[in-house]
């Protein structure tokens, strides 16, 4: 109707009187509250009184071509278009209706100046100039989109069942020595493995490292740290993730090189020991060689599943470690799998692997994507070959699905509660959601600069991402809050300086941060985003793999929490929360 219904608006208003233009004013505004509260309408985004929610407050009254200039610029406007499609008419009924909701005066000839003003901005816009493109400026069109990619996707892995093995070696035991704290029923406590290379100068001068890597435990309910350990230095080696077999008795961290040299570098592409650690005593039992370096880890069924920095010649990609026996159950290699996994993540019922896959050839080995993020950043690349996610069925190591990621260099995947989404956080800052059965991506937005963890708080609506300036720098200082409905920030929080991971609490009510750079925990509440406590490592060495244990009325002691998910029956997100 729009044309015509505006026509015979204006034929009122010239020719009838004031209480005809006040009739037809009235029509304007009854139609304009309709369009601002439909289904999807304003009100979604800038609130039901125009004060504004994720989009500004409105009440100055925007005017159709302002409207019409976001419709045309703002991508996040883009569902209004797809879905209403307003008309030049019912930009000027939902200004004039966004007018009574900021009690600003409605002119009688406000609608035909905007009319004219919203014809000449079209005008204007529809000189598109014509500019000559080179060759290499075709090469890239035919490449720039993720359509391109999604439509041209041809499977990298190979097909069938791809399970490889491989046999661990017990290099050296140790005796436990003496419990360093006495766990009580019913609580829960906080593990955490720190290094030698955070880099709190950042924050004060005259900072001495610690001599060597630590596991620390402390009380989840108050905060505090109750005892940690020293490793002797020949036994140190660049700190990552700790993670722990899933009856909370034993810690896996990384142990120094196989030879037994001191590994007092940063390199994290040569091989690497695994060292088993009693979680009461905090020192080693044993120092098992995995066929290359630990990256990451988590609870996976009765196994706990890791994954590798460097690999050795023969090592795998990504395994399953059962903790009763220290041998390697199954894994997969990079070869089968057509690209180096970066990492590996699952769902709540270890039903399924996901495994982040990076193009092969930006650098030596495993250190492929790192280098090309670097080099993304730093202007050296100017577009990269696809990264992507393989789902694996891990009784056969099949890959099931691919899904070709709208970003660079993905570091971290989380699947919700129902196993419907898979969310996914990428080094060139940006985050996406994807819906598993269709791979059809939901949202993609930017976050903070590199950003690397990320959690979902308890009712899942809300992706906290830690920017830990990835690939950037390495200093990135914020939080970003996504809406994962909407796919947009709702908040910035400042955070610590290289935050690395974030991981909700099992008592569903904190966001806890890790800071590599200030060797220290940062607590947020959930609900008021305000920052409870930061939790100060020993020497503020770098914290890696955040983890809790539970232990039951009975003292028996659980692993509930790690960087993976949630385990042992706990889960703020539609399972049992932990009350402290
Ligand atoms: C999905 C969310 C969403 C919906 C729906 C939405 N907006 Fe917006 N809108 C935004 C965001 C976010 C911004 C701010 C963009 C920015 O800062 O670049 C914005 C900006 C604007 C602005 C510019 C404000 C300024 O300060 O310059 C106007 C005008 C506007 N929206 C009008 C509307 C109208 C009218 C509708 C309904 C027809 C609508 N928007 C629907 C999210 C939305």
Redo the contacts with the bound molecule.
Sequence with gaps: MGRQFLLKIFSVLLFAGSLAAQESIDALVERGGE??HAD???W???SETGEGL???S?H?G?TPA??FD?LES?P??G??VSE?D?SDADLVA?AMY?RTLADLPLDADLPGQWLSALAAVKANQADQLEFAKTPRDLQVEAIETFASVQETWTRRSKEGSLTSHYQTQVITTFDPGEPKFQPQPGKTYFYENVGTTSSPSVLFDGYAPPESNQVVVGDAETKEVIASYMLPVNLRAVVHTSLMSPDGRYVYIIGARPGGDIDTTTNLSTSATLLKVDALTLQPIKQIAIGGRLHHGQVFRDYVMIDYFARDPDGLAIALLDPETDQIVSGVRDVDLGGYVYTAWTDRDYEYIYALMEPAGYARGRSTGMSAAVSMYQGRLMAMRPFWVAKIDPDTWTVLQEYPIPGYRPNWLIVDAAKEYMYIVNSMSNASKIDIETGEVVWTNGTGIGPYGASLNADESELWVADKGEAAHHLGRTITIIDTE?G?AVETLYGPYKTDHVLLSPNGKEMWATSNGEGRIYVYDVETKELLTKIEMPGNGDAHGLIWVHYDENGESRTVRDQGNFHGGINPAGGAILDY
């Design positions: 369009l601002f999807i309408g304003c979604v985004c800038h994720v989009g500004p409105l100055f925007p302002d409207i976001q703002n996040i406007m569902v209004i209403m307003p939902i966004i909407l947009h």
